[in-house]
């Protein structure tokens, strides 16, 4: 098992883990990301995004999509997950704590003051897992988003 950062060539395999957590999560509809976006997104002159990939029998087994928040309270930095995905074929080996270890790793090393991510409320073997590494659910809070229209809207557009 290796853990290593995405390459360009990489894009065509990213876009089919996106796409297979998508249909895990119930989603595959709303993946409206084509090659070209991840491309610019990871691989920019200056990212804001990022993707490790977790390597297997010569194959990538998982991935984790990430990006820098900050905390006003804090005055530091931190790491949001945005997508964690690990294939079925490859569940049960700890690649997926593996990530995580490997994420942790970079907030501690660069001095971050938290590490945080998202999970629905419906994946009962992701919140357990979760808890098991430590990790507690914020309960006092709730995420809101806009997009689509409404983020139109919300512009004046």
């Known amino acids: 098992m290796k853990i290593r950062k995405a390459k360009r060539?990489?894009?065509?395999?990213?876009m089919k883990l996106i796409?297979?957590?998508?249909?895990?999560?119930?989603?595959?509809?709303?993946?409206?990301?084509?090659?070209?976006?991840?491309?610019?997104?990871?691989f920019a002159k200056d990212p804001k995004v990022f993707c490790d990939l977790l390597e297997a029998d010569g194959k990538i087994a998982g991935m984790a999509i990430w990006f820098l928040n900050y905390s006003t309270w804090q005055g530091k930095h931190g790491i949001y997950l945005e997508d964690l995905f690990v294939r079925p074929e490859y569940r049960g080996r700890g690649y997926g704590e593996a990530l995580l270890r490997h994420l942790a790793r970079i907030c501690v090393k660069n001095?971050?003051?938290?590490?945080?991510?998202s999970v629905l409320d419906w994946n009962k073997p992701a919140i357990g897992f979760y808890k098991g590494l430590g990790a507690g659910a914020m309960d006092d809070w709730t995420?809101?988003?806009?997009?689509?229209?409404?983020?139109?809207?919300?512009a004046g557009k």
């Open 9 to 14: 060539n990489d894009v065509p395999g990213i």
């Open 19 to 42: 796409y297979e957590l998508a249909v895990y999560e119930k989603a595959p509809a709303e993946v409206t990301l084509s090659k070209e976006d991840l491309k610019r997104s990871l």
């Open 111 to 117: 001095g971050y003051g938290r590490f945080q991510w």
């Open 143 to 154: 995420v809101y988003r806009v997009s689509g229209r409404a983020l139109k809207k919300l």
